[in-house]
């Protein structure tokens, strides 16, 4: 109590101070037309501000919310082309069998966990067995490949990243119709390399490269990116830099593609292999 009745004696100036400045605000707005619509207006301008940035902060909070259902609602609607278009459409990755049977679905997932600044890169997604996810399959974004499954828990999933240097997929270049193998050299997290296109093939740079269909990962004709550059590098053969069109220091939402005849495609190759 002593500590306190010593420090309000020590402020005492500026407590009177205070108290008369006080007194003269209110005595000038109380007798002042002007000055009260003055202090009103900018009441009501700091009042707006502050709400202005409240709504920003509000709406802020809840663009993951809107994020996850517009990947949901692009999954749907992906899922639902698979079953109702009658022919092979090429743009959206769907893939017919003789039935007019889709041969792929899409499941929506949240990434929880991501890296690009190392050589071997890998993403965590929030699906897994309870989803129906299996290791070895396919997973994009609606502007290109993010990666493959290699393991799965019962809520979880492990991807292997595009940005690996260790993961290879088969590609093809949509002009020419030439395929070979895509990989990561570790340089840039948005480009990739492109090898074994012979020379005699026909490059331009911004050709586009899309999946090439030729394994149950992923639909053909997957946008992936575009010719940056290109050199002879081994013997006959271009190595292409593309520059991926899926940025994977952004992405928040994937799908996992999933074959809808993956039995049979294996028992198929068991088969091939005895």
């Not at 502050?50 to 909070?61: D, P």
């Not at 459409?89 to 041969?103: C, E, I, N, Q």
């Not at 399959?137 to 690996?164: C, Q, R, Y």
Request: without cysteine; charged residues 20%; aromatic residues 10%.
């Amino acid at each position: 109590m002593n500590n306190l009745l010593r420090f309000l004696v020590g402020i005492r100036v500026f407590l009177l101070f205070l108290f008369l400045e006080i007194i003269a605000i209110t005595l000038m707005v109380t007798h002042s037309y002007y000055q009260q619509s003055v202090i009103i207006n900018n009441l009501h301008t700091a009042r707006g501000v502050m709400q202005a940035h409240a709504t920003n902060f509000i709406e802020y909070l809840s663009l993951r919310e809107v994020n996850t259902i517009l990947s949901e609602e692009n999954t749907r609607l992906r899922n639902e082309l698979s079953y109702h278009q009658s022919d092979k459409d090429t743009t959206r990755g769907t893939v017919y069998d003789s039935l007019k049977m889709p041969l792929y679905t899409y499941i929506s997932a949240n990434i929880i966990d991501n890296s690009v600044n190392k050589q071997h890169n890998f993403i965590i997604l929030d699906a897994g067995k309870d989803r129906g996810v299996e290791p070895d399959m396919g997973v994009i974004t609606e502007n290109g490949v993010v990666g493959v499954i290699t393991a799965v828990d019962e809520h979880f999933s492990f991807v292997k990243s595009i940005l690996n240097t260790g993961w290879k997929f088969n590609v093809r270049l949509k002009q020419s119709g030439d395929f070979g193998p895509l990989q990561w050299d570790g340089l840039y997290y948005n480009q990739s390399v492109l090898s074994d296109i012979p020379q005699h093939s026909k490059i331009n740079a911004g050709d586009t490269v899309v999946t090439s269909g030729y394994s149950e990962l992923f639909p053909q004709n997957i946008p992936i990116g575009v010719v940056h550059s290109y050199e002879i590098k081994r013997s006959n053969f271009y190595e292409i830099r593309v520059d991926l069109f899926a940025d994977l220091k952004k992405i928040q939402h994937v799908n996992i593609v999933t074959f809808l005849y993956r039995d049979e495609l294996k028992s198929l190759k068991k088969l091939e292999n005895e």
